[in-house]
């Protein structure tokens, strides 16, 4: 079955500084959706990418889906304590329908 | 509008207990899915409801779990016989049409704990 892959696991950044957490899926996507979990929450919804190569911006979030649309980025500029949760992609299968969701990358922030 | 609701929040249950977690979807959508969210671990699928009918239930674990929504709102999930190895955090997430691309949105989850 898909697998969806995240990687780092955790990233602890220094606030201010920039970092990305990449998902790789086994399978190619039809789409792919990003949330976010802060600490006791639920996973929120972020953004859905669909298009090959799509880049979408949510302030200093950047979004990025790959060419072959089997991964995707996730960049953060300018890291703030509010940034500090759980973020997961999920994954649609061009030939199946269910969300597949990777482990998530959890973000630390240091002040 | 309110967002998606589970009762209990939280739930403690000896080993071989039954236990009914119950999720309110918000109002008028069509698809309720739900998943099972292993600490450390980002949900895993569990079953998806359109409406009334349950189209897939290929993620539950075994069949001492069992889910259902008879009206098409309120959906219960159900562990029989309950193991340690069922204590994670069961996440309800409703959509308004019948895509699976459409956004979800997750209600506060159950957080199960089998002793």
Known sequence: GQQVMQIPQYQHVQEGEDFTTYCNSSTTLSNIQWYKQRPGGHPVFLIQLVKSGEVKKQKRLTFQFGEAKKNSSLHITATQTTDVGTYFCAGVSSNDYKLSFGAGTTVTVRA | ?115
């Open chain 2, 1 to 115: 509008g309110a967002g998606v609701s589970q009762s209990p929040r939280y739930k403690v249950a000896k080993r071989g207990q039954d236990v009914a977690l119950r999720c309110d979807p918000i109002s008028g959508h069509v698809s309720l899915f739900w998943y099972q969210q292993a600490l450390g671990q980002g949900p895993e699928f569990l079953t998806y409801f359109q409406n009334e009918a349950q189209l897939d239930k290929s993620g539950l674990p075994s069949d001492r779990f069992f889910a259902e929504r008879p009206e098409g709102s309120v959906s219960t999930l159900k562990i029989q016989r309950t193991q340690q190895e069922d204590s994670a955090v069961y996440l309800c997430a409703s959509s308004l049409g019948l895509a699976v691309s459409d956004t979800q949105y997750f209600g506060p989850g159950t957080r199960l704990t089998v002793l």
